[in-house]
């Protein structure tokens, strides 16, 4: 089946309020062509999850450049535990090297980070999301109050194309808590990067990313300088 073929509005209300098992057997089995993205805990859940389900899993991950040490080892980690094809995706070199000799290594504090993930990851991303039907993200809607509290099971991907035009997004753990996340690492003993040891609950490039306090969302430790209603880097963000 084709992303045009796809009965969008038909699978909402089907995939509604299921569990990642579901949604993640009903992605497979609509769409050959289709990855899940790669970062943080809540993807390598996925990935778990998938590989038990599907024998060719597609994964693709992105390398700003800007990355922590744990975060480069983490990714290797899943690499060598898991049987999938890991597509690490990279900024264009020519757009950073403008970037930093305009503007320096640190913008981001002074102008915001929407330009900076502009070239280190929407760019990449978009090139990727174009040769594909569908792709599957880890969001949840309790990672922030002010971005994700809409998130559905399944969405026509608004802010990126695919192959063919319309791109299906699936969002299999939307309906799942951080503690169930952290319950499915440690039943199964899924990997997960390092930094968690250490108060980093949402894991992005280094300067970028601090730990949070208990009673934090966990993406206030993702650009903690700017309003919390702008804390996506583009990845996720709706068009205005």
Known sequence: MTQVEFDLEHWQTVLAGKKPNAILRTAFEHFENIAIAFSGAEDVVLIDLACRLHDRVKVFTLDTGRLHPETYRFIEQV?????????????????????????????????????????????????????LDAWITGQRRDQNPDTRATLVEVEADTAFAGRHGRLIKFNPLCNWTSQQV?????????????????????????????PTLPHQPEREGRWWWEDSAKKECGLHRKPQ
Request: with cysteine.
């Open 79 to 131: 690499r060598e535990r898991y049987p999938i094809e890991l597509d690490v995706l990279y900024p264009d070199a020519e757009a950073i090297r403008e970037l930093v000799s305009h503007k320096g290594l640190f913008s981001f504090y002074r102008d915001g980070h929407q330009e900076c993930c502009a070239i280190r990851k929407v760019g990449p991303l978009k090139r990727k999301l174009a040769t």
């Open 182 to 210: 952290w319950d499915h690492i440690e039943a199964f003993e899924v990997p997960y990067n390092a930094l968690h040891r250490h108060g980093f609950r949402s894991i992005g490039c280094e300067p970028c990313t601090r």
